[in-house]
Every structure is written in structure tokens, then in C-alpha cells.
T-cell receptor
Framework: AQTVTQSQPEMSVQEAETVTLSCTYD???????LFWYKQPPSRQMILVIR??????QNATENRFSVNFQKAAKSFSLKISDSQLGDAAMYFC?????????FGAGTRLTVKP | NAGVMQNPRHLVRRRGQEARLRCSPM?????VYWYRQLPEEGLKFMVY????????ESGMPKERFSAEFPKEGPSILRIQQVVRGDSAAYFC?????????????FGPGTRLLVL
């Protein structure tokens, strides 16, 4: 079974600084999608960004970007110019044709 | 276009009672997924349904849990004879298509507390 690993249970960043959240995954498939979801204290799951495995170009959404290393099976999320509203749990997710898995999450704290 | 709706948002049950959780997918979405999230943990897949059909229930406990997605109306996750270990947040997600490229949109979740 595919697994998704987030090795950082907690991270903190100073407001306006940049932080990178790590995610690695294990799969034998070549075609899949990767996602980052944000879960604020309200606990709703919000899609932040997604990446298609067949695309070499890293996805970007405003202050959020990913560093996708397919060979290394790594999919990190970079948050630039961190804001207080970025404080949340962040979940990395893997999606293939038959399976969707989530990591255990990283709790991000933003210090004013 | 309203997002995924779940109700109730909070549900308290005593051991042995039944819990019914409802999920209305986004308009036009016919694929529904249920996940469970225990405190301080990630989401665990439970079941995937398409209208009137259960496609994948590999993550759902064999006993006491059932799910449906009727032709009309919301998807229902039903937990019979609840136990304290069932206390968790239950999230529903919907998607337009099935497949690796589809994006799942999540509802706000139902927090179930079993006393």
C-alpha cells in the first residue's frame, strides 16, 4: 500500500518569513497526483495546491509553491511571506487511480 | 455553488445509540468519500460511493458501520451501537470525476462525541 510520510509533526515560522513543510511518499505507480490540504482550527479541509506527477514544473499558487522531486518521491510545500492566517494543520495527500492516502499532518504555528 | 454540506456539525451520543451523519455533495458531484479523523491524526479513508453504489468500502469497519448514497438525497454514514472509540471527526468529500486527477472538496466535518 502506498504511504505518505510527514516527518515534521510541528513547525513554526515568524510572520513574513518562509517555511517549508516536508512530505515523502511511497508508490510503485508512475502516474498520480499530489495535494496539500490546510486544516485551520475550524477543522475544515481546504485544498491549497496540487501537482500532477507527469508534470516536471512545480505547481504554484500565490504564496504557496511546491518542490516536487519525483525520483526522490518528495513533495514539499513552501509558504512564502507567512501570515498569521496560515497557522493550521497541513496534510500532504497522494492520489492514484485506485487510492488516496493522507499523511499524519504538520502543525504550523506562525509567530507575530 | 454551495460547497459540500455536512450535518450535524456536532453530534453527541451515548454508548449503544445510533449515529447518522449526512453529507450533501457539491452540485453536480456524484462521487462521495467518507473519512475519519481521530484527534491529532490524519484522515483515514473509510468508503467511496457513487450514486446508489458503494464502490470501495475497504476502510470501513465490518461491523456497525454502513454507508449509502441514494439516488435522491444526501449520503448517509450510519454507525450503530456506538462506542467511545467512535468519537472522532468524520469528513465527507465529493468530486466531479473519479480518478487520480480529480480533486476532492471537503465538507466542514461532523464531530461525534460518544459519552
Amino acid at each position: 500500500a502506498q504511504t505518505v510520510t510527514q516527518s515534521q509533526p510541528e513547525m513554526s515560522v515568524q510572520e513574513a518569513e518562509t517555511v517549508t513543510l516536508s512530505c515523502t511518499y511511497d508508490t510503485s505507480e508512475s502516474d498520480y497526483y499530489l495535494f496539500w490540504y490546510k486544516q485551520p482550527p475550524s477543522r475544515q479541509m481546504i485544498l491549497v495546491i496540487r501537482q500532477e506527477a507527469y508534470k516536471q514544473q512545480n505547481a504554484t499558487e500565490n504564496r504557496f509553491s511546491v518542490n516536487f522531486q519525483k525520483a526522490a518521491k518528495s513533495f514539499s510545500l513552501k509558504i512564502s511571506d507567512s501570515q498569521l492566517g496560515d497557522a493550521a494543520m497541513y496534510f500532504c495527500a497522494y492520489r492514484s487511480a485506485s487510492d488516496m492516502r493522507f499523511g499524519a499532518g504538520t502543525r504550523l504555528t506562525v509567530k507575530p | 455553488n454551495a460547497g459540500v454540506m455536512q450535518n450535524p456539525r456536532h453530534l453527541v451520543r451515548r454508548r449503544g445509540q445510533e449515529a447518522r451523519l449526512r453529507c450533501s455533495p457539491m452540485k453536480g458531484h456524484s462521487h462521495v468519500y467518507w473519512y475519519r479523523q481521530l484527534p491529532e491524526e490524519g484522515l483515514k479513508f473509510m468508503v467511496y460511493l457513487q450514486k446508489e453504489n458503494i464502490i470501495d468500502e475497504s476502510g470501513m469497519p465490518k461491523e456497525r458501520f454502513s454507508a449509502e448514497f441514494p439516488k435522491e438525497g444526501p449520503s448517509i454514514l450510519r454507525i450503530q451501537q456506538v462506542v467511545r472509540g467512535d468519537s472522532a471527526a468524520y469528513f465527507c468529500a465529493s468530486s466531479l470525476n473519479r480518478g487520480k486527477q480529480e480533486t476532492q472538496y471537503f465538507g466542514p466535518g461532523t464531530r461525534l462525541l460518544v459519552l
